[in-house]
């Protein structure tokens, strides 16, 4: 995942070039999207919702070689109900609404029906700035 918000790129240069200051959130948090629609201006109507949905902290290694991926495996609650199928994922600043940071496509869509759940491994949900 390498794209970062429009918010996140405003607030990264501003904070770079000295005309405000970016106070980082104290957690984290994944989100699942059943489509991309507008992720990267911070749209987020296609996040799963309802039968025990709820994004998960998330936390990441040091950046090296202008990558880092997440410190350990982030599992979602077992579904009451039919989540969709996820085809994106978003790290976000707040438990809820809150800003899109990142944003990307997860590799293989998958379809949470009543029982299942979503799992990211330690280490493979990785983040990259060229």
């Known amino acids: 995942m390498s794209a970062a918000s429009d918010f996140l790129e405003i607030e990264v240069l501003d904070h770079v070039l000295g005309n405000g200051a970016y106070t980082p959130a104290g957690t984290l948090y994944l989100g699942l999207w059943t489509a991309d629609d507008g992720l ?15 994004r998960q902290t998330i936390a990441f290694d040091a950046a090296a070689s202008g ?36 944003h990307g496509a997860v590799t293989t869509s998958k379809t949470i029906e009543t029982g299942d759940t979503f799992q990211v491994s330690a280490g493979n949900l990785t983040i990259s700035l060229a």
């Open 67 to 102: 990558s880092t991926s997440n410190t350990s495996t982030v599992t979602f609650p077992t579904a009451t109900g039919n989540w969709g199928t996820i085809t994106h994922v978003a790290v976000m600043d707040a438990s809820t609404s809150g800003n899109v940071l990142f």
């Open 40 to 54: 990267e201006a911070g749209t987020q109507t296609s996040e799963c919702s309802g039968s025990a949905y709820a």
